[in-house]
């Protein structure tokens, strides 16, 4: 058995009896720091554990630290581990059985962390721990020996698991956030074939939110958000799930059930919520809502496509002067949409060939000098009669009719062709998930910058959460090889999407963009306010610097200042500005 030698100040190797805060004998004079006063202050106590007796030897202030009342209770490692709760994921036994390191003589680290129930009778209360320490192996190289220290961390681990329930939960109803649904319905569609059933979704809207909102005010609105929550949660089925979706917009998700089932179950949400009024501090109010239907995998194989069609059905069935609630079809999207997304397909071809694809310049400032550090190139179409239209008219109809990579290949030429004339120019420039997670864009990229290697350092790729997480692989092969081209890589509306922090670890992003949606009501929202510092002490931790998106108001520019973001966007310092073309545009074929 290879033993290792203690530490005089920490008085392993004793037995001693209870032993008070105040029956510890003062230092002489001049002499150091006491070190179980020491230990007493920051809440740690050591211990030693012979694994072969089980006998668990404790520094002499274990029975304050840990709040036990007797040293008898905690005298063998059975004894100790009994006073484990069950909602602890961890033990100092599982950890060091569980290892497997082999010992080469310096012993083997290992760390866990638990609860303990301490206190008298039935009353009970739980002191959460961190455990560290080593272990040492016996002639058959199990586990003989074993000494570490002991941290209470009850207020960081109890502030952990509010972080945790805020990062699943809406704090106004108690139902999912959206980014926990949209993980619900991910793992929905990921079902093996042989367990893979039929679910659907439904998206149900209050309606007339801004007449709530202007006639009582916003906190009576919460009120009747509240209440809609909790009459649908009481309608749903146990295996269902339900999640704020956006403002006073929820979705269900409804398991194992078919298309028909769906009708009848959004029917019985109808009947349930408009029965009576919601009591509110301002009195009764009548709501009502609107919803729309999707069945999966019938309308779609992914979250986000999903989604997309029960937004398509909910606008159809708020369209309608009688009817409360549409089912998506294919065709009753198309009967809306269909001319004019043909025509606007037209248009951006048009475009491309007839160069009227501009660009339009936004400038980002340094939070500290207030001065524009770079610029994001953001896309505009000119139409023939010189009118803009706006990206949000462009790229989602660009996406479905396959001209997205033709738009970002444009946007990216003249991006470049715009460092190239203005040598003291930083630009980002956005490119879309289709572009990124194209085998071929790599070579397509090193070839551009190939020719113009003076703009790497200058140019920043813009990639978003979502996108990222779609496809880890590829994502990780366009980052790696943007910057192994000296281009800085950054994730766009970061927050937006589900990024694990593995997820994040594994792919080596530059810079953060913080989703414009959480920083836009930052002076209002408490729940934003909590959101966005975990966000930036999230990529602070990872060495990110972040720029904050849609900052409207010098309140918001202050507070974010305060918090260290390192950069800000949005009106409350400039509107982004078209830029004339400084490089011929080519035609593209149709």
Not at 12 to 30: C, D, I, K, M, N
Not at 174 to 194: F, K, Q, S, W
Request: net charge negative; proline share 5%.
């Amino acid at each position: 058995m290879v033993q290792r030698p203690q530490r005089a100040d920490a008085q392993v190797g004793t037995q001693p009896g209870p032993v008070g805060p105040a029956s510890a004998p003062p230092p002489a004079a001049g002499a150091g720091p006491d070190p179980r006063a020491i230990l007493d202050s920051i809440g740690e106590v050591v211990y030693d554990w012979d694994v072969v007796s089980d006998r668990l030897t404790w520094g002499p202030n274990a029975t304050d630290v840990l709040g036990v009342g007797d040293l008898d209770q905690i005298s063998s490692g059975r004894a100790y581990g009994e006073l484990i709760t069950s909602d602890s994921l961890a033990s100092r036994y599982a950890a060091i059985t569980g290892s497997t390191t082999a010992d080469d003589g310096s012993g083997v680290p290992y760390r866990a962390r638990y609860g303990i129930a301490v206190g008298d009778g039935r009353v009970k209360q739980t002191v959460w721990l961190e455990d560290t320490g080593r272990w040492f192996a016996g002639p058959d190289g199990k586990a003989a020996r074993a000494h570490g220290l002991i941290r209470v961390i009850t207020s960081h681990y109890e502030a952990e698991r509010e972080l945790e329930f805020r990062s699943r939960f809406d704090t106004l109803t108690g139902c999912y956030n959206r980014a926990h649904i949209l993980d619900i319905v991910t793992r929905h569609l990921a079902r093996t074939p042989g367990k893979q059933t039929h679910f659907c979704i439904l998206l149900a809207s209050l309606e007339n939110l801004f007449v709530l909102n202007r006639t009582y005010g916003y906190d009576v609105s919460d009120e009747v958000i509240a209440g809609v929550a909790k009459r649908l949660r009481s309608t749903m089925r146990g295996p269902d799930s339900l999640g704020r979706y956006a403002g006073a917009k929820f979705a269900l998700v409804l398991d194992n059930c078919d298309r028909e089932q769906m009708m009848i179950a959004a029917q019985r949400f109808l009947n349930e919520t408009s029965r009576e009024p919601i009591e509110t501090s301002a009195g009764p109010i009548p709501i009502a809502l609107r919803i729309g239907g999707v069945a999966a995998p019938r309308d779609g194989r992914t979250a986000n496509l999903l989604f997309q069609h029960a937004e398509e059905a909910l606008d159809l069935a708020r369209a309608s002067g009688a009817t409360r609630l549409v089912a998506y079809e294919p065709s009753l999207a198309r009967n809306d949409t269909r001319v004019q997304a043909a025509r606007m397909a037209d248009d951006i071809v048009g475009a491309l060939n007839d160069g009227r694809v501009a660009l339009a310049l936004q400038p980002i400032i340094d939070s500290k000098s207030r001065r524009p550090a770079f610029s994001e190139a953001l896309i505009r179409l000119r139409q023939p009669d010189g009118s803009i239209v706006s990206p949000g008219a462009i790229l989602p109809i660009a996406e479905k009719a396959g001209l997205v990579h033709l738009l970002d290949q444009r946007v990216m030429e003249l991006a470049v062709a715009r460092l190239q004339a203005d040598p003291q120019l930083t630009l980002s420039v956005n490119v879309s998930g289709a572009t990124v997670h194209d085998p071929d864009w790599p070579e397509r990229f090193k070839a551009m910058i190939g020719q113009n290697p003076g703009i790497a350092s200058r140019l920043i790729v813009e990639i978003t959460e979502t996108c990222a997480i779609a496809d880890i692989e590829a994502t990780h092969a366009a980052i790696s090889c943007a910057r192994s081209l000296g281009v800085r890589v950054a994730m766009d509306d970061f927050g937006a999407g589900h990024t694990s922090f593995r997820n994040l670890r594994r792919l080596p992003f530059d810079l953060i963009k913080m989703d414009g949606a959480f920083v836009q009501n930052l002076a209002r929202s408490p729940d934003d306010r909590f959101f966005v510092r975990t966000l930036i002490d999230l990529a602070h931790h990872m060495n990110l610097p972040v720029v904050a998106e849609w900052v409207e108001d010098a309140e918001t520019a202050n507070l974010l200042t305060e918090w260290g973001v390192e950069y800000m966007q949005g009106v409350h310092f400039a509107d982004a500005r078209i830029v004339e073309t400084v490089a011929p545009a080519e035609a593209v074929a149709a």
